[in-house]
């Protein structure tokens, strides 16, 4: 097993919009670990995801990855024009690997024909989760990631973040909800 940390964050500040949102930030996830990042709406938790995804670029500080992050944010990045099949297919092939496990563990198998487009705004996000479950990423970087999700979804979420911390990955996400992640560290954004 890679025992490099998927994720570790070093004095890490962001700025948006010419704004500080936060400084002097370090954290670091081993295999295994779980971090649920909390704060008030505008604090910059999405901001901290995307940092930590690569997609920001810190205003200080150093932010490493080992072995791969998979983000599922609001955009959910599957291709509306396509069926669910398909559009998670295409991510599965980038990936190396296959688009079946992630589609059963969180449930959407049967959607596989139905376009992205037409989907629920639950079914939208277990199918952005089943790409992250499908994916190989050490690290899964969830952007609220029970927002519309019913009891059954939170249940599957809760089962494969279980899963993917027991296989050695790490989880960093962002809440203002309560998550199923047993033992995870809070880092609360002000
Ligand atoms: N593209 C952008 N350009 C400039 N400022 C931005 C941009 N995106 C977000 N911001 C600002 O950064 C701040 C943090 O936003 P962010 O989305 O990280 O907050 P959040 O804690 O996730 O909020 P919420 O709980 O509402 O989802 C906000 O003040 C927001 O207006």
Redesign the pocket.
Known sequence: MNEAPPLKLEAVACI??G?L?FEGLDLVLGPGDAAIVT????????????LAAGLLRPAAGKVERNGGAGLADEAAALDPRQTLGRALAFWARIDGTDAAPGMAAMGVTHLAQVPVHMLSTGQRKRATLARVAASRARLWLL??PSNGLDADGEERLAAAMAAHRAQGGAILA?S?MALDLDGAATLG?A
């Open positions: 948006r919009g704004r949102l704060g008030a709406n505008g604090v910059g938790k999405s901001s901290l995801i995307r952007d609220e962002a203002h954004l």
